[in-house]
């Protein structure tokens, strides 16, 4: 099962980096992606990338202050979050498929369990 880690408390402005595992799975051949979903609102997709080719997706909300990233021989995804904003406040998590497409209509439509894998979160608190 996919962990994602490093959320935590950080004052708006401030950076974090949140990591994600992705054992059992060569991140060449899978597509990735990064959910949040932020306290009585639904989930929503923030960030895809497709390690064997580079492609990547970002939401409207988070373009040009997130950055997805992997590690693929060992097996990791990243998330780097700039600027935070209180908006950003939320429990973010990892996800895999084999799909690019697949991914990148899951993250419009905020539909992460209709990935093959995703999993336990990580809670990112961004104070005012």
């Known amino acids: 099962q996919l962990q994602a880690y490093g959320g935590g408390l950080v004052q708006a402005g401030g950076s974090l980096r949140l990591s994600c595992a992705v054992p059992g799975a060569s991140l060449y051949n899978h597509v990735t992606g990064w959910f949040r979903q932020a306290p009585g609102k639904e989930r929503e997709g923030v960030a895809c990338l497709s390690s064997g080719d580079g492609s990547r997706w970002y939401s409207t909300s988070v373009k040009g202050r997130f950055t997805i990233s992997s590690d693929a021989a060992n097996g990791m995804v990243y998330l780097q979050m700039d600027d935070l904003k209180p908006g950003d406040t939320a429990v973010y998590y990892c996800?895999?498929?084999?799909?690019?497409?697949?991914?990148?209509?899951?993250?419009?439509?905020?539909?992460?369990?209709?990935?093959?894998?995703w999993g336990k979160g990580t809670l990112v608190t961004v104070s005012s």
């Open positions: 996800a895999v498929d084999s799909s690019w497409p697949n991914m990148v209509v899951a993250a419009r439509e905020g539909k992460p369990d209709d990935l093959h894998y």
